[in-house]
Each structure stands twice: as structure tokens, then as C-alpha cells.
């Protein structure tokens, strides 16, 4: 079955400096790996996802991943962090096909960022 | 700018009583997916719907909780009866459903904040 893992809970940069969230995976099947963001009060927002293709993918607000097979990691950076980046990051992988092919969250890391 | 909405905000009830939370997808949306949220939890998929029909609901308790699609613009979630175990923030999200897979982008709404005393 597949699952993730998001190392951190919380993690606090700051502003202007590198922002890293982690997240591993585990999948019996090429995975399809997404990134979301939820703001306070708010629902998740898609910041990217990656399927096939291109293992470096670019998302919204400077945000990017790179999917490595091999160490079984889609982390989550941006060079350069902004106040306006305090959220909580979630993680997804797309489910198992006798997990009804759902995506199957992390618990989330929230971030901080310091001015 | 198309927005999943979802009705109410927050409510609070007590123990015992229905609870029935809205969801109007993105129109022309085809996939709807119910997740509740909590602290000890996280976010945990309860059922999605692909043209109205029901095709994942393991995530729910079925003895107490209800999803239908009684059209194509409305989605309803519904907990009876209710009990503080329920407490929660309940999203709906939609998808455009173009591969026929929850791999699509899902857009989620605001989230409607439930406590049951």
C-alpha cells in the first residue's frame, strides 16, 4: 500500500532564507506525488503535483520538488522564504489501486517563517 | 474565478442532533471528494463521487454518516446522530475527472468547522 511520510512537523526558516519540507514515499507502482498548501482557515491548495515526465517540477509561488526514485523523496523547496509562506505543507501520493487509487496525505508540516 | 463552496462555515450542535453540511463543485466538475480534518487524525478521505455515483465511501462510518449527489451542482454530507468524536473540519473538493482518477488537481473549498458538544 502506499503512504507518506513528512519528516518534521513543524519547521521554521528565516525570511530570505532556503525553506526545505521533506516528504517519502512509499509506493508498490510509479507514483504519482503532489504537493498542497493550506493557509489558515482555508482548504488545500495544489502548489504541484509530479505524474511522468521531468523529475524537477515547478509550482506555484517559487515552490519546486524533484522526485527521486531512488531515495524514494519528493521534498519540497523554495530558495528564498517569504512571511507570506507560513502554512501548513501537505504531501500526497496517490493511492494503491485496492486503496480505490485516492491520494493518501501526510500529517502535514507546518512552517514558519521568522522575519 | 470558479470556487467550491461549501455551506455552512461552522456550526455548532450537540450531541445527538443531524448535521448536514453543503458542497456546490466547480461546475462542470465531475469528481467530488469529502475529507475531514482533525489535529490527532489529519486529513482523511471519506468518500468521493465520480458523476454523482458513489465510488469510495470505506472512509466513512456508515452507521452514522451519509454522501449523496443529488445533482450535479450539490454534494451533501450527513452525520446522524451526531457525537464530539465528529468534531471537525469537513472539506468537499471537486475535479475536473478528465483521466478518471483522483490523480486529477482537486480543488478544495473553504471547509465547514463542526463541534458537537
Known amino acids: 500500500a502506499q503512504s507518506v511520510t513528512q519528516l518534521g512537523s513543524h519547521v521554521s526558516v528565516s525570511e530570505g532564507a532556503l525553506v526545505l519540507l521533506r516528504c517519502n514515499y512509499s509506493?508498490?507502482?510509479?507514483?504519482?506525488l503532489f504537493w498542497y498548501v493550506q493557509y489558515p482557515n482555508q482548504g488545500l491548495q495544489l502548489l504541484l503535483k509530479y505524474t511522468t515526465g521531468a523529475t524537477l517540477v515547478k509550482g506555484i509561488n517559487g515552490f519546486e520538488a524533484e522526485f527521486k526514485k531512488s531515495e524514494t523523496s519528493f521534498h519540497l523547496t523554495k530558495p528564498s522564504a517569504h512571511m507570506s509562506d507560513a502554512a501548513e505543507y501537505f504531501c500526497a501520493v496517490r493511492g494503491s489501486y485496492n486503496q480505490g487509487g485516492k491520494l493518501i496525505f501526510g500529517q502535514g508540516t507546518e512552517l514558519s517563517v521568522k522575519p | 474565478d470558479a470556487r467550491v463552496t461549501q455551506t455552512p462555515r461552522h456550526k455548532v450542535t450537540e450531541m445527538g442532533q443531524e448535521v448536514t453540511m453543503r458542497c456546490q463543485p466547480i461546475?462542470?466538475?465531475?469528481?467530488v471528494f469529502w475529507y475531514r480534518q482533525t489535529m490527532m487524525q489529519g486529513l482523511e478521505l471519506l468518500a468521493y463521487f465520480r458523476n454523482r455515483a458513489p465510488l469510495d465511501d470505506s472512509g466513512m462510518p456508515k452507521d452514522r454518516f451519509s454522501a449523496e449527489m443529488p445533482d450535479a451542482t450539490l454534494a451533501t454530507l450527513k452525520i446522524q446522530p451526531s457525537e464530539p468524536r465528529d468534531s471537525a473540519v469537513y472539506f468537499c473538493a471537486s475535479g475536473p475527472g478528465t483521466s478518471g482518477r483522483t490523480t486529477d488537481t482537486q480543488y478544495f473549498g473553504p471547509g465547514t468547522r463542526l463541534t458537537v458538544l
Open positions: 509506493s508498490s507502482v510509479p507514483p504519482y
Open positions: 461546475l462542470g466538475h465531475n469528481t
